[in-house]
């Protein structure tokens, strides 16, 4: 372990976060709401950020195990300065509270622990909101974007931070794909924001709004949610959220006109299946079940939470506990399946679904065969042995993470919709579940026990698993 | 600019290194996974899996946009059929191809001209070029050229009976009369870019920028031998043996060669008739001596196993004054050389990393590139490079005295060149646009003069 460049690496990510507080701070500052409180967090994180980064590691090496141990470590750094804006403000007197809600922030969750967002300041809804936008694409990844690092191993903190099993590069330098993916994300962020401007949507929701949803966040600003929007305003929620879930090496494709490539890529494709599959779905359900009479409206309320809880964004139109079971499960299995690999949505990724069962396909062949060679395949291109290995044994490893938390949260008492749908939601990164801690209701009344759980939950499905559970073993730490 | 590389093996990731170091954007090609992936993790490269004459593989690497192309797959064949895809799709790409069989090394006219593959690299020859420059002056342990070879730059042992032992620096330069610039010393392990009241000491390792038509007056001048080796004694027939004993017989030199397969020797036997080939076992000690070991000028064991030759050139210093020019094929036992005690080492993928990198910098001028040429010294922790100046008002037209304390430390300005003329500087001197400066540092990864500032 090089502990220099770690900690290096965790005192740029500082000074970027301590820069970032300008967002809220001017959103203070224009709604005539006290500065303080990000002006201190920005003093404190200056002071670590410069304390650490004062000497420059004189091996800038960042191998694998670096490269992890940097992420994970600077993921639970941010998540301890990111609160303080809650602290000082006054909007929360609780640290796990302030903790939880930060992690929700930055791991694009949206899960909250407020009663009633609209009594917060400006300035911290703002901060709520932005840090979704940062987390999204990651902040590590922004940090390769415009810090010029020498020695030429930062692919290691860009895989270890980016979502998906297999992590390449669109262009050789790591620099320069840090950099596109952050220009067509901002684009795409502006280009939500426009048009919600154009639906007449007031410019504060729209940042905050977009911000939630290009990161796939879904903190609302609102105590009702999205329900009070126009519903052309709806409707572009929801485009905008199932764009944002799109693995982002298709839009890459789109801009150096490689369409062919592009509309092949057979994670985009299932994605876009499952969520018409399962708008219609539900649709059909709704209708059926009397729930809506209007059809249309029914299609739309689909669409948006279908696309809300796939790409683990988690904004909500409607009160979903009031829906049929058939409905409900389908959003269920929705949050586990999540968004594309390479795009800022959570859950197990469409890829790792869809590698898992062409392994399947191919244990089945087997089985008939026993001699038979056979490769799995993914956009005609043989997936590596070790990247199924991976997959295998990170869905497992997934799942006994999801049943050790959803135990321990079970102490709280709650029924089992909440019980284990607040796992499946955080780990998920996506917000609401079912039962109390639903589409319209929070997650201030569970135990101090369960929200650090939860908390731990959000960073390791956030950074997927491994950069964060290797924080906890001997080895990592080991020179040798 | 960017460049594809196919060929994943070691010169392939040296010379990835290299071009990224220098600022280049590079996509490696191989078939294998592992190499690939073992390259990717330690530079900032974009691999991709796949047969490099394959046109889709060769698209995923970017060669629609890329200016350089270069082949260094294992195979000959493979990497000409590479440049010839790649030439077919493009003419402004320019293609590099390493190819090793001296029967296709026979047409490399016809390759160059007729096929448009502008540059063939073939390492072994390059090795053996590289040895023949040594032996020009055995007293040296390395020399290269900056400038169109007008201006060198080596680096030699200090012995007691130097005339440079025991001097400082700054008085070198008025008892000696020639214009010279000690830039990195080597003592006990630890690497120093000295100053003027440094004293030199036996023992130490130095490495001097000259003119290069003052180079043999000085070592004259120093004590050292400053003649070319005359009679080599060279064990194993391969490739490069074949090469260096051309290139020696044009010269006029005795070389004796020791060959271990009896049709190999009458091969070598029958295209040089002047060479003495030898039929035994070159890394025998007591037929070393028989063939006369202790008397010869230079001794150089270039057998396919890299223990053996290091092992012969120890047992040659131990025994003889002659000069020993080992051949090394594994390119991570450069940082050990050292320890070993032995005068030079060719390290042929190294060179032929080298030579291509070299041949970038060139191609690059035009398009922004600064780096002219570039050398690493002393186990790879000094830098030594050739920059060119570009307009720059922090930097260019202020004297060296005023931009002193910012210029950051461990670093001189070896020599300034400018038409022709080669300037070592002083506090007067001013840096001027298309100067071509010389640069000595232990900073990694200088790429343009600029960089040069804190």
Known sequence: MEIGIVLYII??????????????????????ESVMPYVLTALICFIIGIAFTRKKPESGFLFSREGYVATGLTWVALAFTGMLPFLF?????????????????????GSSIFTSVEDLPKGILMWRSFMHWIGGMGILVFMLAIVPFTGGTQMNIMKAESPGPSISKIVPRAQDSAKILYQIYGAMTIGLILILLLLKMPLFDALCISFGAAGTGGF?????????????????????????????????????????????????????????????????????????TSVPIAVKDAAFHVGSIITTTGYATTDCNLWPNLSQGILILLMFIGACAGSTGGGIKVSRILLMAKAYKRELSIALHPNIVKKVHMDGKSAGEDVL??????????????????????????????????????????????????????????????????SLDMLIGRLEIFPIMLLFVKNTWRKF | MNAVIVGCGKVGTELARTLVNDGHDVSVIDSSEKALAAAAEAIDILPVQGNGADINTLRDAGLDKADIFIAVSPSDELN?????????????????????????????????????????????????????????????????????????????????????????????????????????????????????????????????????????????????????????????????SYYLTEMLL???????????????????SETFPEAEIIHGDGTDKSFLLKQGLKYVDA???LTGIDEENIISATFAKNVSNAKAITKISRTDLNDVMDELHIDSAVFPKLICADNIAQYVRAQSRGVGGHVETLYRYLDNRVEILELIAKEDP?????????????????????????????????????????????????????????????
């Not at chain 1, 062919?260 to 299932?270: D, I, K, N, P």
């Not at chain 2, 003592?187 to 120093?192: L, P, S």
Request: hydrophobic share 45%.
């Open chain 2, 80 to 240: 000409l059929l590479a440049c010839l895809i790649v030439k077919s799709t493009s003419d402004k790409v320019k293609t590099i191809a390493r190819v090793r069989n001296p029967l296709y090394l026979k047409e490399t006219l016809f390759l160059r001209k007729k096929l448009g593959i502008s540059r063939i690299i073939n390492p072994e020859l390059a090795a053996a070029r590289e040895i023949f420059k040594l032996l020009q002056y055995p007293a040296l342990s390395r020399i290269d050229m900056f400038a169109d070879g007008r201006v060198a730059i080596f680096t030699l042992e200090l012995e007691a009976h130097h005339s440079l032992t025991g001097r400082s620096l700054q008085d070198i330069g008025s008892e000696t009369g020639y214009s010279i610039l000690v830039c990195a010393v080597e003592r006990d392990g630890e690497v120093i870019i000295p100053s003027g009241n440094f004293v030199l000491r036996e023992g130490d390792e130095i490495s001097v920028v000259i003119a290069m038509s003052e180079l043999k007056n000085f070592l004259k001048s120093l004590g050292a031998r400053s003649t070319p080796a005359n009679s080599c004694l060279i064990t194993g027939g391969g490739t490069i």
């Open chain 1, 389 to 454: 290995r991976n997959t295998g044994v990170y869905i497992f490893i997934y799942f006994v993470i999801f049943a050790v938390s959803v135990l321990i949260v079970s102490l709280d008492g709650f029924d089992w919709t909440t019980t284990f749908t607040a796992v499946a939601a955080t780990f998920n990164n996506i917000g609401p579940g079912f039962g109390v801690v639903g589409t319209m209701g929070n997650f201030s009344s569970l135990s101090d026990l369960s929200k650090w759980v939860l």
């Open chain 1, 11 to 32: 005192g740029v990510a500082l000074l970027i976060e301590g820069g970032l507080m300008v967002v809220p701070g001017a959103c203070a500052l224009i709604y005539g």
């Open chain 2, 250 to 268: 044009r010269n006029k030199k005795q070389v004796r060669v020791i060959e271990l397969d009896q049709k190999r020797c009458e091969a070598l």
């Open chain 2, 394 to 454: 922090a930097l260019t037209e202020i004297p060296l005295s005023q931009l002193g304390n910012r210029i950051k430390s461990n670093l001189i300005l070896a020599c300034i060149i400018r038409e022709g003329q080669f300037i070592i500087p002083s506090g007067k001197d001013v840096i001027r646009r298309g100067d071509s400066v010389v640069v000595v540092t232990t900073h990694k990864g200088i790429s343009s003069l600029h960089e040069i500032l804190i």
């Open chain 2, 299 to 301: 001794f150089i064991p």
């Open chain 1, 89 to 109: 403000s006054g909007a929360s007197d609780s640290v796990v509270d302030a903790v939880f809600e930060t992690i929700s922030g930055y791991t694009t969750t």
């Open chain 1, 220 to 292: 609302s600003i609102l105590n009702t949610g999205c329900a009070d929007y126009t519903i052309p305003q709806q409707v572009a929620i929801t485009i905008g959220m199932i764009a944002f879930g799109v693995n982002f090496n298709f839009y890459y494709f789109l801009l150096i006109k490689k369409l062919g490539l592009a509309f092949s890529m057979e994670e985009v494709r299932g994605y876009i299946l499952i969520i018409l599959v399962a708008i219609g779905l539900i649709s059909v359900d709704l209708v059926f079940k009397g729930i809506y």
